[in-house]
């Protein structure tokens, strides 16, 4: 390595650019994986007791399971219409 390539710009190359966005994504799935398999039941079947009450869409309702190490906490976040 010369002193001159010290300054130069390096340039990635496509392969590493794809690799990372693949690394991502797998990160990303392996995250998803963790959810418990009735989330997406439960998320429906609040969806379903809300709209008795109030008129929602399915993107106004979103629930997450927190993992500490002992206990694991449910959040759910319901955006609610202006009258």
Same mark, same amino acid.
């Given at each position: $390595?010369?002193?001159?390539? *010290?300054?130069?710009?390096? @340039?990635?190359?496509?392969?590493? #650019?794809? @690799?990372?966005?693949? /690394? =991502?994504? #797998?990160?990303?799935?392996?995250? +998803?994986?963790? /959810? !418990?398999? *009735?989330?997406? +039941?439960? /998320? +429906?079947?609040?969806?379903?007791? =809300?709209? @008795? *009450? &109030? +008129? =929602?869409?399915?993107? $106004? =309702? /979103?629930?997450? &399971? ?6 694991? &906490?449910?959040?759910?976040? &319901?955006?609610? !219409?202006? @009258?």
């Amino acid at each position: $390595m010369s002193f001159l390539d *010290y300054f130069r710009s390096k @340039k990635t190359s496509s392969a590493s #650019v794809a @690799k990372e966005r693949l /690394q =991502i994504i #797998v990160a990303h799935e392996r995250g +998803q994986r963790e /959810q !418990p398999d *009735y989330l997406p +039941q439960l /998320q +429906q079947e609040l969806l379903e007791v =809300i709209r @008795k *009450y &109030v +008129q =929602i869409s399915d993107d $106004m =309702i /979103q629930v997450d &399971v927190d993992r500490n190490d002992d206990c694991s &906490v449910l959040e759910l976040n &319901v955006t609610l !219409p202006e @009258k």
